[in-house]
């Protein structure tokens, strides 16, 4: 996967530097800040939401690459952008069908007053160029029509089957420009597809962009997976798998198509959970019926067991910074979350009030942990800070479990089980305020989604 | 809160029960023994090959394979004792068979909680079979967790079904 951000000023001399189709950028780490608390989004969607118009991006002249034409790309890519900033719930967006395109001159001279008249607070122009050495060049702008101001400027060029990076890479210039939040877009997220009758289920190891798109089948469905989660550069997936009817966590290679066991054992390993650098893995594994924590090297080597209590402590999730983990245990009676130190040290009990606690998931941004709350017969997902406090419900329904958190720590998935012989799953997310509840398009049932960081 | 009411409903539940045994997935499965003839079981002479798995049915009845629990619960009770005590004599009989147990947890539990809790159930049924003089190695243990119900449906007397470990025959 290639996608290569230029500035563009670069892009008009592209086709003068092929040099730059060659070279793959090279993966950053992820980077995590701690911002100010964010805003509380009242009322519901329909008000408050910025009108942004988006016309289908312009081309210097239609070209095929690849087989793709550039002017059915400047469709599709705004598209996307229109469906990006849609879904954020904060945003609403026009176009590209039912206002006029806009020419390549355009791009950077807009007819303001066009747009405004419009009632049209933002408009988004862009291009999408052959870059003459068999990619694309792709340009988005974000102007203010009251002030005639530029806002964005971003360029990017990419392989033809990256466009629609290229698309959520400009609405995140777009979203994080207008809400000052972090990107979250350009992400992808692992799951488990589910198909067949709930008595013999069959659950095969998928991966999707945060959108649904560009969906993909890793496992056959002949062993049952359960609990991907992402490394944090995309390159592995560590997941649960029932081959040979063995409970055993591997980690599978997305380039090679290859997996490797976590680690060497008789007993049953699961839960697992990379630390925020990928080096680390933490698993759970049962002996003789009693579950402990585990962290390993994600090369392999010796782990390190990190509880040692007689009840089940399982799961786990890392803190941004690496220092703490979060998880689950039984040894008050019910299922609770509690804190330790990387070492197993100064294990303490976070979770109190009502029902039960479990699958804790500690925000991006470190300031919150995401949970399931099992009470009354119902499951529901919830946030709490990393002390315990501020506990706040998001979702109320029948089974909802298994949260995981947007790159940006503003949004949340989690998979949604509906009662009853019929009963399905399904992926959904919701803001972290409760609102902007919506279901992602799988195209098979969906559980145990884990979405990873923004891409490089 | 314990599933077993009446003589009737656990006729009932056999027969739910056995539909539901009939039904499992073939990945979950272990390969059908072969009849080697090499053990003295308690062949029913009617064609079931001795120490399979149809004999073991035939020995401990179709719903002595299992032994139920209570909600987030995993200790043997009197009548699971009974249970595997009919278990462990035709083990016993067999000595040369491998079994599986299977624990399983109803889909009121997180998936991972749920596993850990198979665990326990089927190693609390394994370990009773110890006692009873049962090789531990000829027993090995798998948890499902809430992944293979037996008894589809949000009902209590589903969930009731789910709460299981299951001894499956593996061969020898």
């Not at chain 1, 340009?139 to 400027?153: I, P």
């Not at chain 1, 019910?334 to 925000?363: C, H, K, L, V």
């Not at chain 2, 073991?56 to 209570?70: E, K, N, P, Q, T």
């Amino acid at each position: 996967m290639l996608l290569r951000p230029i500035s563009l000023s670069l892009a008009l001399l592209l086709t003068a530097a092929p040099v730059f189709a060659q070279t793959p950028a090279a993966p950053t780490p992820p980077v995590v800040t701690q911002t100010e608390p964010r805003e509380t989004i009242e009322g519901t969607l329909s008000q408050d939401r910025t009108v942004i118009a988006i016309p289908a991006l312009a081309t210097a002249s239609v070209q095929n690459v690849a087989g793709l034409r550039t002017d059915s790309l400047g469709r599709q890519i705004a598209e996307v952008i229109a469906a990006d900033l849609e879904r954020s719930g904060l945003y609403d967006p026009m176009g590209p069908s039912g206002i006029p395109a806009v020419s390549r001159a355009e791009v950077q001279a807009p007819r303001f007053a066009e747009w405004q008249a419009r009632n049209a607070e933002n408009v988004v122009h862009g291009f999408v160029d052959a870059s003459g050495t068999g990619g694309l060049v792709v340009g988005c702008y974000l102007y203010d029509t009251a002030l005639g101001s530029e806002l964005v400027r971003k360029g990017f060029e990419i392989q033809p089957g990256d466009w629609r990076r290229a698309a959520h890479k400009c609405a995140d210039a777009i979203y994080s420009r207008l809400s000052g939040e972090a990107p979250f877009f350009d992400s992808r997220v692992a799951y488990i597809a589910e198909s067949g009758p709930k008595g013999n289920r069959i659950k095969r190891l998928a991966i999707m962009d945060s959108d649904g798109g560009n969906h993909r089948f890793i496992t056959n469905g002949q062993a049952l997976a359960i609990s991907p989660r992402f490394s944090p550069d995309y390159k592995k997936i560590v997941y649960v798998s029932y081959l040979n009817n063995r409970v055993r966590v591997f980690i599978y290679d997305v380039a090679a198509g290859s997996q490797k066991l976590v680690t060497e054992s008789s007993n049953a390993t699961f839960a697992p959970r990379w630390s925020p650098d990928g080096t680390q893995i933490l698993y759970s594994m049962a002996v003789n019926g009693n579950t402990d924590i585990y962290r390993i090297s994600a090369n392999g080597g010796t782990p390190v067991r990190l509880t040692s209590t007689p009840g089940i402590d399982v799961g786990g999730s890392f803190s941004p910074d690496g220092k703490k983990i979060v998880f689950e245990s039984d040894r008050s009676g019910g299922q609770q979350i509690y804190t330790m130190n990387i070492d197993g040290s100064n294990q303490q009990r976070i979770s109190f009030g009502g029902g039960r606690a479990a699958t804790p998931e500690w925000s991006p941004r470190g300031d919150l942990i995401a949970f399931t709350r099992m009470g009354g017969g119902e499951f529901r997902i919830g946030v709490m800070t990393p002390s315990g406090g501020g506990v706040r419900m998001l979702t109320n329904s029948w089974q909802d479990e298994a949260p995981t958190w947007s790159p940006n720590g503003r949004v949340i998935q989690f998979f949604r089980t509906t009662p009853g012989r019929e009963g399905k799953s399904s992926l959904w997310q919701v803001d972290l305020t409760g609102v902007n509840m919506r279901r992602l398009p799988t195209p098979q049932d969906g559980s145990d989604p884990s979405w990873g960081p923004v891409l490089p | 809160m314990t599933i077993r009411k009446s003589t009737a409903m656990i006729a009932a539940i056999t027969m739910l029960a056995v539909g539901a045994c009939a039904k499992k997935a073939p990945d979950t499965l272990p390969p059908a023994p072969e009849g080697t003839g090499t053990d003295t079981g308690a062949g029913t002479g009617t064609g079931v090959v001795p120490g399979s798995q149809e004999d073991f049915l035939a020995s401990v009845g179709a719903m002595g394979d299992r032994v139920f629990f209570d909600y987030d619960q995993y200790n043997v009770d009197a009548q699971d004792q009974a249970t595997l005590q009919t278990q462990s004599q035709w083990l016993q009989r067999n000595p040369a068979v491998r079994v599986t147990l299977e624990g399983h947890a109803d889909e009121r539990g997180t998936r991972d909680y749920n596993i850990a809790l198979g665990e326990r159930r089927a190693n609390a049924a394994k370990n009773y079979l110890a006692s009873l003089g049962v090789d531990p190695s000829r027993i090995q243990v798998i948890s499902y967790g809430k992944e293979r119900p037996a008894e589809i449906g949000s009902t209590e007397e589903a969930y009731a079904k789910n709460r299981r470990a299951v001894t499956v025959v593996i061969g020898r």
